[in-house]
C-alpha cells in the first residue's frame, strides 16, 4: 500500500490520462463480449433460424469490433508507456540528484554495483508496474467480472457449474507464482553477482594479466555462470511442473461446459449458440485466473524495488547547510583548525589538532603513511564534520557554510587522481567550463603539462581513456593540477601532487607555482622534503596527532623526526643544499 502512495505521487501529475486509460481498458474489457454473442447468434439466427441476410451483419459487426478494439487498445498501451516513461524520468533524475547530494560517509558504506542496481533494474521493475503491470489488473478484473455477468444472464446453472473450476485453476497459478518467485529473485541476486565478476574483471584487467591469473578469473566467472545457468533451470522446473497441470484444468473447463452444458441443450434449457458463447468465454474465466500469479509476482516486484528506489531518495546526507549565521567574522587566519578530533569509524584518526595560516602562506602536512594527512583537507573541504573542534575558513566555522560555496573556494588536486574520459581540454576545464582554450593552455604550462600535451598528435582534443588510461601517472597528475589551478579558488590544495613527477620537473612546477601561492591559501601534502621545503609551516602528522611544527631550518635544527625523513631522503647534506634525490 506504501509503494501504491508513493508511485502516485508521481503519476497523479497525469490523472487524466490515467483516467482515459482505465475507461479505455474497460471499453476493451466490454468489447470482450460482443464477438462470443455474435457467434451465438450465428449459430441460433443463422444457421438454425435460417436468418441469412443476417450473417453478413454479424460478420461486419465482428470484423469492426475486432478492429476498434486493436486501436483502443493499441491507444491505451501508448498512454500508459508515455505516462511510465515520464513518471521514470522524473524518479531517474530524483534520485540521481539525490546521488549527486550524498556526501563521502554514504559512497564509503555503499557499493557501486548496488547503485547500480537501483539505477537499473528496479527501475525497470517500477516502469514495468506503471506501464503494464495497472492496466493489465484492471483489464484481466473486468473481463472475468463481465464475463461471469454475462454468463450469468445466459444460463446461471452452467455459469456456477464453470465456476467451481475456476478456483482451482486460482490456486495452481497462485502455488506456481509463489515457488517461482523466489527462483526469480535467486536468478536476479545471481545475476547481480555474474556482473560484478566481469565489471570488476574488465576493471581490474590490468592486475589480472600482470599477475597472469587468467585462468583463476574465468574459473570465477564460470563457477557463476554455472551457477546462474543452474538457477534458469531450476526456475523452468517448476513452470514444466504446473504448466500441463494448468492447462489440463482449462480442459476440464472445456470438457464441463460441453458434458453440462450439451445435457442442458438436450433438455431444451439451452440453445446451442449459448452453448456456443459459453465455449467462446472460456478463456476470460481461464485467463485472469492464470494471469493472477504473475500480476501478483509483478506488484510484489514492484514493492520490493519501491522500496529500495524510495530508501535511496529519503538518504540524508550528514552534510547539510545549516542556517547562516550573520555575517562572516573577518579573522587573522584565513583556515585554522581548532582542537580537532576524528574518525571514520570507531578508531580515532586525528586528534587535538590546532594550527591556523595566513592567506598568501603554504602549510605543509608530512608523515608516515595512515597517518592522518589526507583526512585534515578532506576536514577543510567538508567532506566529513569533524567530531569536535573547529574548522575555520576565512573566519567561519566551515558548518557555517553554504557547502556548495565552501568548495568552490577551494581547488583541490586529489591524491586519488579521476579525469574523465573527455578530451584534455575538457577534463582540464572541469571546473570552469567557460574557460578559452588560452587560458587552459596557460593553466596546462603552470602545471608544466603543456609540454607533453603538446607532442600528443591530437594536442588537448585529445581524448583520455576511463579514469585517465593512456596516461602516465605524472601526465595524470599534472593535468589534474591544471584543472585544480585554472579553478583559481583562494584556497588550494595539493594531496601529493607530484608524488610521480620527477625531481626536476617538480622544481620548475615549484618554480612556476610561487608567484600563485603568494595569493592563495596552500595546502601541500607530500612525503618527499623537497616538495614542502619551501612553505611557511610544515606539520609533521604522525597517527593522527601534530608531532613538531615549524619551518624546514627549525625542524631541521631541533634534529627531531622530521629531521630522520630530511637525512633518510637525502644523506650526508652540507648545511640546506640538496643535492641530489635517493633512489
Ligand atoms: N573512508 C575511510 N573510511 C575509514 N577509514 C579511513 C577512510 N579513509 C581513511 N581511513 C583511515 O584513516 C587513516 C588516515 O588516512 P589518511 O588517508 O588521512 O592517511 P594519509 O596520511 O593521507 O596517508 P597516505 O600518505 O598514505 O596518503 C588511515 O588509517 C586510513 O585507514
Ligand atoms: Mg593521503
Redesign the pocket.
Known amino acids: 500500500m506504501h509503494s501504491l502512495k508513493w508511485i502516485w505521487t508521481y503519476m497523479r501529475d497525469f490523472k487524466s490520462g490515467i483516467c482515459i486509460g482505465f475507461l479505455l481498458v474497460l471499453v476493451v474489457a466490454g468489447l470482450n463480449m460482443l464477438n462470443p454473442y455474435f457467434s451465438g447468434r450465428i449459430v441460433d439466427d443463422v444457421i438454425y433460424g435460417g436468418n441469412m441476410p443476417l450473417l453478413w451483419k454479424l460478420i461486419g459487426f465482428m470484423i469492426a469490433v475486432t478492429m476498434i478494439k486493436t486501436v483502443i487498445r493499441y491507444s491505451f498501451q501508448l498512454l500508459f508507456e508515455r505516462i511510465s516513461q515520464r513518471v521514470i524520468y522524473t524518479i531517474r533524475k530524483q534520485l540521481y540528484e539525490r546521488l549527486n547530494e550524498l556526501d ?1 560517509r554514504y559512497y ?1 558504506r555503499t557499493k557501486t554495483g548496488d547503485i547500480m542496481a537501483r539505477m537499473t533494474g528496479d527501475m525497470e521493475a517500477v516502469r514495468h508496474f506503471t506501464a503494464w503491470t495497472t492496466y493489465m489488473i484492471v483489464e484481466n478484473a473486468m473481463v472475468l467480472f463481465f464475463a461471469i455477468i454475462f454468463m450469468f444472464t445466459i444460463h446461471a446453472p452452467l455459469t456456477v457449474a464453470m465456476l467451481a473450476v475456476t478456483p482451482v485453476i486460482g490456486f495452481f497459478a497462485y502455488r506456481m507464482s509463489s515457488e517461482v518467485r523466489p527462483t526469480f529473485s535467486e536468478i536476479r541476486a545471481q545475476f547481480a553477482r555474474l556482473n560484478s565478476v566481469v565489471q570488476e574483471n574488465i576493471s581490474g584487467n590490468r592486475v589480472v594479466k600482470a599477475f597472469a591469473k587468467e585462468e583463476h578469473e574465468i574459473g570465477k566467472f564460470s563457477a557463476e555462470n554455472r551457477a546462474f545457468k543452474e538457477k534458469n533451470i531450476k526456475s523452468a522446473r517448476v513452470w514444466e511442473k504446473y504448466l500441463p497441470v494448468l492447462d489440463s484444468l482449462a480442459g476440464v473447463l472445456t470438457v464441463v461446459m460441453i458434458l453440462a452444458g450439451g445435457f442442458m441443450v438436450v433438455q431444451g434449457s439451452l440453445t446451442i449458440g449459448e452453448l456456443v458463447i459459453f465455449n467462446s468465454l472460456i478463456w476470460a474465466l481461464n485467463n485472469p485466473m492464470r494471469m493472477a500469479g504473475w500480476l501478483i509476482n509483478d506488484v510484489q516486484r514492484f514493492i520490493a524495488s519501491a522500496e529500495k528506489i524510495e530508501d535511496l531518495l529519503n538518504e540524508q546526507p550528514a552534510i547539510t547547510n545549516r542556517k547562516q549565521k550573520g555575517e562572516s567574522v573577518s579573522a587573522d587566519f584565513s583556515v585554522q583548525f581548532q582542537d580537532v578530533t576524528f574518525k ?2 570507531d ?1 580515532p ?1 586525528l586528534s587535538d589538532i590546532t594550527f591556523g595560516v595566513k592567506t598568501g602562506q603554504t602549510v605543509a602536512i608530512v ?10 583537507v ?1 576536514l577543510l573541504c567538508r567532506f566529513y564534520d569533524a567530531d569536535s573542534g573547529e574548522v575555520i575558513v576565512e573566519g567561519r566555522d566551515v558548518k557555517d557554510w553554504n557547502v556548495r560555496s565552501l568548495r568552490k573556494h577551494t581547488a583541490m588536486v586529489m ?1 586519488d587522481i579521476f579525469l574523465f574520459s573527455d578530451t584534455i581540454e575538457g577534463n582540464i576545464a572541469y571546473g570552469m567550463p567557460d574557460a578559452t582554450l588560452e587560458q587552459v593552455k596557460d593553466a596546462a604550462k603552470k602545471a608544466e603539462a603543456h609540454g607533453f600535451i603538446s607532442k600528443l598528435p591530437e594536442g588537448y582534443d585529445t581524448i583520455i581513456g576511463e579514469r585517465g588510461v593512456g596516461l602516465s601517472g605524472g601526465q595524470r597528475q599534472r593535468i589534474s593540477l591544471a584543472r585544480a589551478l585554472l579553478k583559481d579558488a583562494p584556497i588550494l590544495i595539493l ?2 601532487t607530484t608524488s610521480a613527477v620527477d625531481l626536476e620537473t617538480e622544481m620548475r612546477i615549484q618554480k612556476t607555482l610561487k608567484p600563485i601561492l603568494r595569493e592563495k591559501t596552500c595546502f601541500i ?1 607530500a ?1 618527499r622534503i623537497s616538495s614542502v621545503k619551501e612553505a611557511d609551516l610544515i606539520l609533521v ?1 604522525e597517527n ?1 596527532q601534530i608531532m613538531e611544527r615549524g619551518r624546514h631550518e627549525d625542524l631541521l635544527k631541533r634534529k627531531g623526526r622530521y629531521y630522520n625523513v630530511f637525512k633518510n631522503q637525502f644523506g650526508d647534506f652540507d648545511g640546506h643544499q640538496f643535492g641530489k634525490e635517493v633512489m
Not at 367 to 376: V, Y
Open positions: 563521502f564509503d571514520y569509524e578508531e584518526v608523515g608516515p603513511t595512515g597517518a592522518g594527512k589526507s583526512t585534515i578532506n591524491q594531496d601529493d601534502i612525503h602528522l593522527g
